[in-house]
């Protein structure tokens, strides 16, 4: 049975054996080490990299600086393989408004972290996340799935302490950190923005917080146009190129953004019942999903269509509570992959100033009936739309519930 501790009380109580921590060398991660080091607890520091291959020295410095062993791993080719894929079968959007973003990456981190404690030791896998972050459960959730026989340490969920109070303790022994006051996860799908003058959604928009994204105003007066081509709903080319599926989202990613799309701003549900506001930037996301989406449009039948967007909405739900590896989650997005497979086509878009704009669709297994030729319309004629009225209508003209006034 997976063993929990939720505070900095309780792990100095019941300290780890050998705790993996995920760390990628931020101020509570930091912070943390300070404390475990204090504990005299063993430490492997673990930086799971999705998107950057670059080695993170300075987080390496920082761990070694209170003693612990530090291992970074670079899972990139695994998200593209495995995790991104599935948002994309699910046209992943946060109650059908923003591109899901930590979502994809925590249970991956977590998995990972798994596979470094069977490898190192580690009894118990540390992270930092707090009571309003989603990513508490998406961690503790995933780990306990995988292995129930790994504790989790989540300290920052009943020891809620200010950052400048884990800013004061570092400085104290040497460690200074930038004074920004927003908190940024990023990874190649979405980059996510909080905290700061973010915190309410009844401040007005800093704009100055967007990287990958310019402003509708500074994008270019002109136009883009792109072909994007899927296979068993995923996209595998780009303006005809075949590219991999990593490769096509850091190249729209700078197209896109390029042209001001991918922003959003939104509240996302907390499992206490109150929302924490959040702003985003996802270029590729959102063009690969629009894409996805009308060639879904084009293909699926009606019925097929709405169990196929009831399912992809339960997934989402269930993977955003923490769910990725719980039996349901698994099953859902095993049944999305499979619903896909009639999904191939081109669509070209067209990136102009925030917007992203269907411009033509063409799909082998679409529906629309101008790619079925006289045939159909031969068919049609012949056909008898007596009985078809007749028996459509019959419930409601034998119940009458309709007001004739």
Not at 26 to 38: A, F, R
Not at 116 to 129: N, S
Request: net charge negative; proline share 6%; hydrophobic share 40%.
């Amino acid at each position: 049975m997976t063993r929990f501790i939720t505070s900095l009380e309780e792990l100095a109580e019941h300290p780890p054996r050998h705790l993996i921590l995920l760390y990628s060398g931020g101020v509570d991660g930091t912070y943390l080490l300070q404390k475990l080091q204090e504990l005299g607890t063993t430490v492997t520091a673990l930086n799971v990299r999705i998107g950057d291959r670059e080695p993170s020295a300075a987080a390496a410095a920082q761990a070694r600086l209170f003693g612990a062993r530090f291992v970074e791993v670079d899972v990139t080719d695994r998200f593209f393989a495995e995790f991104a894929p599935a948002a994309v079968h699910a046209d992943a959007l946060y109650q059908d408004q923003f591109p899901v973003g930590s979502t994809l990456t925590r249970p991956l981190m977590a998995q990972t972290a798994v596979r470094v404690a069977r490898e190192h030791g580690g009894d118990v896998i540390g992270h930092t996340a707090t009571y309003m972050q989603n990513s508490a459960i998406r961690l503790s959730g995933s780990v306990a799935a995988l292995d129930p026989g790994i504790g989790v340490a989540a300290p920052f969920l009943g020891s809620d302490l200010p950052r400048e109070v884990k800013l004061a303790a570092l400085r104290g022994v040497g460690i200074s950190f930038p004074e920004g006051i927003h908190s940024i996860d990023a990874n190649p799908w979405a980059r996510v923005i909080e905290c700061g003058s973010l915190e309410s959604p009844e401040n007005l928009l800093d704009e100055s917080v967007f990287r990958w994204t310019r402003s509708v105003d500074e994008a270019p007066d002109e136009p883009v146009e792109i072909v994007l081509t899927f296979e068993a709903g995923l996209p595998v080319a780009l303006d005809g190129e075949p590219v991999a599926f990593g490769d096509l989202v850091d190249r729209l990613n700078t197209l896109a953004g390029e042209h001001g799309v991918g922003r959003s701003s939104g509240l996302e549900d907390t499992p206490f019942g109150v929302k924490n506001h959040e702003v985003r930037e996802a270029p590729a996301a959102t063009v690969v999903i629009k894409a996805h989406q009308v060639l879904a449009n084009a293909v699926y039948t009606a019925p097929e269509h709405a169990v196929r967007a009831g399912i992809a909405r339960e997934w989402t739900g269930t993977v955003v509570q923490g769910g990725w590896f719980s039996l349901l989650g698994e099953s859902l997005a095993k049944c999305l992959a499979d619903l896909d497979r009639p999904l191939g086509g081109t669509v070209r878009l067209r990136l102009h100033k925030g917007t992203v704009t269907v411009l033509s669709v063409s799909a082998p297994n679409g529906l629309y009936y101008t790619r079925l030729g006289k045939g159909f319309h031969e068919s049609m004629h012949a056909y008898s739309y007596t009985p078809w009225l007749t028996l459509t209508t019959l419930p409601s003209r034998l119940r009458r519930f309709g007001d004739p006034e």
